[in-house]
């Protein structure tokens, strides 16, 4: 079965520093992996997605991601963090192949310092 | 082009009762899927369904329950609502069922069971 696993529930970081959430997955064979954004009382907003191809893929508001086959990781990053990106994170894993039914890691909550 | 429209927005209910989400995807969407989301089990996949019948479904019990109609609106049921039935369920649509295609979200509507 497929899983997906966020080490971190938190992560703080002062606005400008650097980010890198961690995601890691479980999955047979090459999979469809996702990383979605909430803020409060919203829904998801998709980021970025990896299908297949160049493994380092380019996402919204400024936000990459890269496929590490080896290390069965998808960490997703951005270079100066602002303080509206405070909200959170989540990776999802899923088939490549047929319908799509994903599977969502617990997410990592992003804090914000000015 | 609209979101994704879930109503209502929130919802209170006692255990027992039966209650009844409603989500409109975007225009020319024709696939829409149902998550819950809870601060216990993180987001789960309930069900999606593409032109009127539900080809997947999660691990869920029979009390919950979905239908999609001929122009894409979805609801999704739930009977006999238990306390742990209280949270976010969240509505996505998307063009197609594949992986390929981004699923977008809509803003959820918050179930509290009292």
């Known amino acids: 079965a497929q899983s997906v696993t966020q080490p971190d529930i938190h992560i703080t970081v002062s606005e400008g520093a650097s980010l890198e959430l961690r995601c890691n997955y479980s999955?047979?064979?090459?999979?469809?992996l996702f990383w979605y954004v909430q803020s409060p009382g919203q829904g998801l907003q998709l980021l970025l997605k990896?299908?297949?191809?160049?493994?380092l893929v380019q996402g919204i508001k400024g936000f990459e991601a890269e496929f590490k086959r080896s290390q069965s990781s998808f960490n997703l990053r951005k270079p100066s963090v602002h303080w509206s990106d405070a909200a959170e994170y989540f990776c999802?894993?899923?088939?490549?192949?047929?319908?799509?039914?994903?599977?969502f890691g617990r997410g990592t909550s992003l804090i914000v310092h000015p | 082009k609209a979101g994704v429209t879930q109503t209502p927005r929130y919802l209170i209910k006692t255990r027992g009762q039966q209650v009844t989400l409603s989500c409109s995807p975007i225009?020319?969407?024709?696939?829409v899927s149902w998550y819950q989301q809870t601060p216990g089990q993180g987001l789960q996949f309930l069900f999606e369904?593409?032109?009127?019948?539900?080809?997947n479904k999660g691990n869920f019990p029979g009390r919950f329950s979905g239908r999609q109609f001929s122009n894409s609106r979805s609801e999704m049921n739930v009977s006999t609502l238990e306390l742990g039935d209280s949270a976010l369920y969240l509505c996505?649509?998307?063009?197609?069922?594949?992986?390929?295609?981004?699923?977008?979200f809509g803003p959820g509507t918050r179930l509290t069971v009292l």
């Open positions: 996505a649509s998307s063009l197609g069922q594949g992986a390929a295609d981004t699923q977008y």
């Open positions: 999955y047979g064979a090459t999979p469809y």
């Open positions: 990896y299908f297949s191809g160049d493994t």
């Open positions: 999802a894993v899923g088939p490549s192949g047929g319908s799509y039914i994903p599977t």
């Open positions: 225009s020319g969407h024709r696939s």
């Open positions: 369904y593409f032109s009127e019948t539900q080809r």
